[in-house]
């Protein structure tokens, strides 16, 4: 996927559960501020391999290492690479 469509996924499909402006929902929020805790490689890993015993799935079926590590560092920065 590109960046485009990147941005989109994270918006709308993880939006969809941590809420359209990523401020929580049924998931908790995802802004930088609170994700400040987790590193890339770390957040990217929660997004391919889901959290167990919580409605996140595994995204790993979907989507590529680099592809999470680019949301990751989205998610983190704001910015992507």
């Not at 559960?17 to 930088?32: A, F, V, Y």
């Not at 890993?45 to 996140?56: A, D, R, W």
């Amino acid at each position: 996927m590109n960046s485009d469509a990147l941005k989109r996924l994270v918006h709308q499909d993880c939006g969809s559960c941590h809420g359209l402006t990523l401020k929580g929902g049924l998931g908790p929020d995802l802004r930088m501020e609170t994700l400040a805790h987790y590193d890339r490689e770390g957040l990217a890993s929660v997004i391919l391999n889901g959290v167990p015993g919580t409605p996140m799935p595994p995204w790993e079926p979907l989507m590529s290492d680099d592809e999470a590590l680019w949301i990751a560092q989205y998610l983190l920065t704001g910015e992507s690479e």
